[in-house]
């Protein structure tokens, strides 16, 4: 995970133990300050009794409103927006002082740096990892979202963590056949539909040696952008898995993982 090259100054953080066998925790689309209370103490009280090793947040830490296509008269400023962000990142933080931090970036979360979302003239001054200390000061690592299956995904092992790209009810399986290593598990978040460890089937049933799952959301069940949109298959959950940290070791599976799903929309 070390760099050959100097790292940049989003990058910094703990380097992943070289260890046999890593435990993580992994959760998705927060969607700040929209998270929901009871959630997120429900994911601190999971890390605190699992100890990772590894915490990865799986995209969409923050709404982005300010930078949303549509028009809005939310309540609540960008500014809100950091500070809840950061107090949740913290919050995780202090539950593990030992892990190391990931951070995966979300379409929303890229919505304040994405060139013709923003004017040019104030983008530098609202970007979120210069507004929010606990990613400016090097405690989480930041993985850009970008869809190239390389830079813009978190592997461990035979795990790989990505925020999403799409969102069609088959975009679990789509980004499976994509982005997943032999025997692996690929887990995303961004529909906020959790999906529990399935193996990838070709057709009538034959199974392919592919795994996917999805955490779901912390953030809101019913937000005001779905009102015209099914929400039906939403839910929150959290991903907690042991895997080797040896990417060389491809031909059986040398992971165990499973999604607590813990709520679904009525």
């Known amino acids: 995970m070390t760099p050959k090259k100097k790292a940049s100054r989003y990058r ?15 959760f998705s689309d927060t969607h700040c300050p929209y998270e929901d209370a009871e959630s997120v103490l429900y994911l601190l009280e999971t890390i ?19 930078a949303s296509k549509f028009e809005d008269e939310l309540p609540h400023d960008l500014e809100t927006e ?20 990931i951070l995966i970036e979300g379409n929303h979360d890229y919505r304040l740096r994405r060139v013709g979302r923003i004017d040019k003239k104030i983008r530098r001054s609202i970007d979120f990892r210069e507004r929010i200390s606990e990613i400016k000061d090097g405690h989480w690592k ?5 869809n190239d299956g390389k830079r ?19 975009s679990d399986r789509n980004e499976c056949v994509r982005f997943a290593q032999p ?9 906020h539909r959790p999906v529990d460890v399935t193996q ?13 799952a999805n955490t779901g959301t912390l953030g809101p069940m019913k937000p005001d952008y779905m009102t015209a949109s099914k929400t ?4 929150r959950g959290i991903l907690i898995a042991e895997a080797s940290t040896n990417p060389r070791v491809q031909a059986t599976v040398n992971w165990t993982a499973r999604v607590d799903i813990f709520e679904r929309a009525e």
């Open 12 to 26: 910094r953080s703990k380097v992943i133990k070289k260890t046999s066998w890593s435990k993580i925790v992994s």
């Open 48 to 66: 605190e009794e699992e100890k990772p090793d590894i915490v990865i947040m799986n995209g969409d830490l923050l709404e982005a409103a300010a």
């Open 82 to 101: 950091f500070k809840q962000s950061n107090r949740l990142l913290e919050s995780v933080r202090k539950a593990a002082p030992k892990a190391s931090l």
């Open 142 to 146: 930041l993985i850009p979202y970008l």
């Open 152 to 170: 813009g995904v978190c592997r461990v092992g035979q795990l790989t963590f990505v925020h999403g790209f799409e969102s069609t009810l088959t």
């Open 183 to 191: 025997n692996g598990l690929v887990v995303r978040g961004h529909t």
């Open 200 to 212: 990838l089937e070709y057709k009538a049933g034959v199974p392919l040696p592919y795994y996917y």
């Open 232 to 235: 039906n298959g939403w839910g």
